[in-house]
């Protein structure tokens, strides 16, 4: 037997009310006594009766601009990234707690960013949470043309009116020169993401310069996508020839784990005997055992707080000025830097 769908008709019918007076029952700030309410809820609860929350919202954001629909878009690419899928994750936790409801549209080339905003404009959510690379300023300006409130988390954002929460990429690069410096390394490698993405450009350049400073210029520069077997790949290049580099930095822990795996397992070379590697991001695979990544953690749950704490603001009052935060990385040393012996 197909399964009966309770509607708020049926609710109505059934407690003697108007089908507005069910729908405002489910809405906290609506106005109706609380006898009321609770006659509703009781019958309601009693049929199994469950409200729709998308389409209560989107009726409520189309009848009246000033109500909001509760719900906050999420851009993302790279899902697969742990980094990302954990990230993700805590912004779902965080908009929940706080009574928001998070919608999440994933993107995965340029030619999907025109249908991602179509949807996002469908659904009148209040806010966008924009965690991708693709275009995230086209994205941005879309977003703050149609009066919704935007968050850049870990992007730069150069458009005005737009809020953002980073961590410092560029001294994250200065940071994992430094630590490779500090082990007596001569000869460093780079690997880093999309060759065009800014992330990848400003750790490689900050990473760059704190070289340069020191005389020690990066003897080879590799790219890849951010992915694991991106990494296994950059390694095969980096090891093949004679004058291999005796460290390497990737910008980001999963391509360095790819490093990781192949020098070892396809190569036979020891870490950190043979070559120190150092990663970005600090993702919780990075400490596993037979990992033990260096890396440059970002403080996600700070930042999160932070983002989420901003654009919240911003959507119950559009008149406060956007923020622009930026982050510090912290390294974390763990066994893949070789350390220098006291003599």
Not at 46 to 68: F, K
Not at 102 to 118: C, G
Not at 266 to 295: C, N
């Amino acid at each position: 037997m197909p399964k009966i769908s309770i509607t708020s008709y049926d609710v109505a019918q059934a407690a003697g009310v108007s089908q507005s007076a069910v729908s405002r029952a489910y809405s906290p700030t609506a106005s109706i006594a609380d006898k009321k309410r609770k006659h509703i809820l009781k019958i309601a609860n009693q049929m199994g009766y469950r409200p729709n929350a998308i389409a209560r919202s989107m009726s409520s954001a189309r009848s009246d601009g000033r109500q909001r629909s509760g719900i906050v878009g999420v851009i993302v690419t790279r899902i697969q990234d742990p980094f990302f899928a954990n990230t993700i994750a805590l912004f779902s936790s965080l908009l929940q707690a706080k009574g928001w409801h998070m919608l999440l549209f994933t993107i995965d080339s340029p030619e999907d960013v025109d249908d991602a905003l179509h949807s996002l404009m469908q659904f009148k959510i209040d806010g966008v949470v924009i965690l991708s690379a693709i275009l995230s300023e086209h994205m941005a300006r879309t977003c703050q043309a149609n009066g919704t409130p935007v968050m850049l988390y870990n992007r730069n954002a150069s458009a005005a009116g737009i809020s953002s929460v980073q961590i410092d990429n560029y001294a994250g690069g200065q940071t994992a020169a430094e630590v490779l410096l500090n082990a007596g390394h001569s000869r460093i490698a780079f690997v880093g993401g999309i060759e065009t993405d800014k992330t990848t450009q400003e750790r490689e350049r900050g990473f760059a310069d704190r070289l340069a400073e020191a005389g020690c210029p990066v003897v080879q520069r590799e790219f890849g996508d951010y992915t694991f077997d991106s990494g296994r790949e950059a390694a095969g290049r980096l090891f093949s020839g004679r004058d291999r580099p005796d460290a390497v930095f990737c910008a980001s822990d999963v391509m360095a784990l790819g490093v990781l795996h192949a020098a070892m397992q396809d190569m036979g070379l020891r870490v950190p005997e043979d070559f120190s590697l150092v990663g970005f991001d600090d993702i919780p695979s990075a400490a596993w055992p037979g990992h033990q990544l260096t890396s440059i953690r970002q403080p996600i749950r700070r930042m999160i707080r932070e983002a989420v704490d901003i654009l919240i603001a911003r959507m119950e009052n559009p008149e406060l000025a956007p923020a622009l935060v930026t982050y510090p990385g912290v390294v974390i040393m763990r066994g893949t830097v070789r350390m220098l012996s006291a003599d």
